[in-house]
């Protein structure tokens, strides 16, 4: 019903900065939320960021230098991501939750493919 795509992975140096995006199609509901999660290898999927009616919403290891935001008329989601470090460096899903906001990825409707981020020291 819904699919998402993300985009603006890439590899940067410590330090450095990426925008990552996540464009919504289908059919949307207005109570929706929208979140980051990231993958490392072996790891489970840790909750980044998220956003919905009631504001944003951050892990402790991202707050201060993440920064996510919403553009609703064209349904999409950004990361903005500052002052990267190698414990950043992940597979970045951004997901869809039909009803309100929520830190756990298991209650998220849809998913993302996943974009890259690399970070070197």
């Known amino acids: 019903q819904v699919q998402l795509v993300e985009s603006g992975g890439g590899l940067v140096q410590a330090g450095g900065s990426l925008r990552l995006s996540c464009t919504a199609s289908?059919?949307?509901?207005?109570?929706?939320?929208m979140g980051w999660f990231r993958q490392a290898p072996g790891k489970e999927r840790e909750f980044v960021a998220a956003?919905?009616?009631?504001?944003?919403y951050y892990a402790d290891s991202v707050k201060g230098r993440f920064t996510i935001s919403r553009d609703n008329a064209k349904n999409t989601v950004y990361l903005q991501m500052n002052i990267l470090k190698p414990e950043d460096a992940a597979v970045y899903y951004c997901?869809?939750?039909?009803?309100?906001?929520?830190?756990?990825?298991?209650?998220?409707?849809?998913w993302g493919q996943g974009t890259q981020v690399a970070v070197s020291s």
């Open positions: 956003v919905s009616g009631s504001g944003t």
């Open positions: 997901g869809y939750k039909i009803y309100g906001y929520s830190r756990t990825a298991a209650t998220y409707d849809y």
């Open positions: 289908g059919r949307t509901l207005s109570g929706y939320a």
